[in-house]
């Protein structure tokens, strides 16, 4: 899905993983990272700002719940939406500028020329 060093796989039905049971699945992501990778660095990195700020963990779980109000069928905006977020907290934990900007490229809608 365009991140380097990250796959990102998909469900084919609301049955996988697939099991004798044929059990429902809640819907989710999976991602797996090669390791000491850039996307793997920037999860890990994020994740642990929020664990350990916890005002900052409520506000972005305040605006993922907007963002997914507001774009229930559009998961670019979504994205768009959350990635300056995640740039602030990976700024404030002094995460590489090139990277940074990587980061934001990959997750950013590109808006039309006008």
């Not at 507001?70 to 990277?99: C, M, Q, S, W």
Request: charge should be negative; include cysteine; glycine fraction near 6%.
């Amino acid at each position: 899905m365009g991140i380097p060093g990250r796959e990102a796989f998909k469900r084919s039905s609301e049955y996988t993983p697939l099991d004798a049971e044929n059990s429902v699945w809640p819907a989710h992501h999976l991602y797996v990272c090669l390791q000491d990778s850039i996307g793997l660095k920037n999860h890990l990195i994020f994740r642990d700002y929020l664990r350990a700020n916890p005002e900052s963990a409520a506000a972005y779980g305040r605006l993922k719940i907007t963002l997914a109000e507001i774009y229930p069928y559009d998961i670019d905006r979504y994205i768009d939406g959350k990635t300056d977020f995640i740039i602030a907290v990976l700024e404030k934990t002094g995460f590489n500028k090139t990277h940074l900007n990587d980061i934001s490229g990959q997750n950013k809608i590109e808006q039309p020329d006008n």
